[in-house]
């Protein structure tokens, strides 16, 4: 598949968010998720743990019939470097890189950025092809976070039944939002994209 | 049911959306819930039961990597044992049980056991509330599962052993398959926290 196609398969067709239920978390405990700085932490994120899980995944078990562990060394080995890193973004004095680095923190131990490496190693591609759709799925799930903030905030000034206001609202937004993104068919995508 | 009861304790789905990632994407079928269910109800009782022997005996900078490598090592356990009893299953979970080292519940469970007191101001156990909450969890997890299969595809499938599950064919409709996809997930999980709320509101009401 071409890079044009990987990214978006990526964001759209298997949308971490809206295709797999990645990092579905309660609403209000995401801080500023709606924002580019929150857009650039999670790309480089899913990008960095894609690539360490590839790298363990491909070079170090594969070789030894271990594949089926690869959960077990990413947590063991890349999550502490993911944190390091992310420490060092935090601690620096560019506010972007530091707000980038907090929020990268609160990412790393999720369904969010297991997933999405377990997804970008699994699927077949080469090492930048893999860092590629890592960052392209933590776009995407940007991206359909983003809207979904968007429709929270019509949402809460809309007369809703008491029961429905809130979390229940903002779920089923969700899933008529993922049946717009289903009608994105990666067969599709890969004839027009290569 | 009175949440103002006293040691009243919540669904963890559907009051505190924890573990909401599965429930959506990967609760297919009455046999993929109950195995899930299952799966994140045995990690969180084992993490809350070691999560105060941790903290106890590790240093402050190991103990996030432990309990993670623990978690994972469960997490990878539950997968091996679940190839072995049902590679179907097992098949249809394929990202989802790696993920239970992070499931919602489990790291919950983790940040309550980070706290120093085991017992919570009525003196019950914390333990006690982690099992009971992993029960709701299980018997949200697999009644979700059951209605999305039932009503999506008119069969209900059985968490039994071997290459193929036991699939029985319930109702003869035309199936709603749209409840079996995430889409569906997300909207049948919205009407089921609007139903537990509606039926919390109602029993406060009543009790007053």
Partial sequence: MSYIGIIVTSAFAANALLTYGLGAVPDGEKGDSGSLVSALALALVDCIAAGLLWVIHRLFLAPLGLESLDIFFFAVLAVPILKFIARIAYSSRAAVLSRMGSRAEDLIVGSLVFGVALLSSKGGYSFPEALVAGASSGLGYWLAEFLLEALRERLELSDLPQAFKGAPAMLISAGLMALAFMGIDSAFVKGLAG | ?208
């Fill in chain 2, 1 to 208: 049911m009175n949440e103002n009861q006293e040691g009243f304790i919540p669904n963890p789905v559907l009051s505190g959306l924890v573990g909401i990632c599965p429930l959506i994407a990967a609760s297919k079928s009455l046999a993929e819930g109950i195995v899930y269910g299952l799966g994140t109800a045995v990690c969180a009782l084992v993490l809350g039961a070691v999560s105060p022997v941790i903290r106890a005996k590790l240093p402050d900078r190991l103990r996030a990597p432990a309990t993670l490598g623990l978690s994972a090592f469960l997490a990878l356990s539950y997968g091996f044992a679940l190839k072995a009893y049902s590679p179907a299953i097992a098949a249809g979970l394929w990202l989802y049980i790696p993920l239970l080292a992070v499931s919602g519940l489990s790291l919950s469970v983790l940040r309550r056991g980070s706290a120093k007191n085991r017992f919570r101001a009525d003196g019950r156990s914390r333990q006690i509330d982690v099992a009971v909450e992993a029960l709701l969890f299980l018997v949200t997890a697999a009644i979700v599962g059951g209605i999305r299969e039932l009503v999506g595809l008119g069969t209900l499938c059985l968490p039994t052993g071997g290459s193929s599950p036991a699939v029985l064919t319930i109702a003869d409709f035309p199936p709603l398959k749209t409840l079996v996809s995430p889409a569906g997930g997300f909207i049948l999980l919205g009407f089921l926290v609007a139903g537990y709320r509606a039926i919390l509101k109602a029993s406060r009401r009543r009790s007053q």
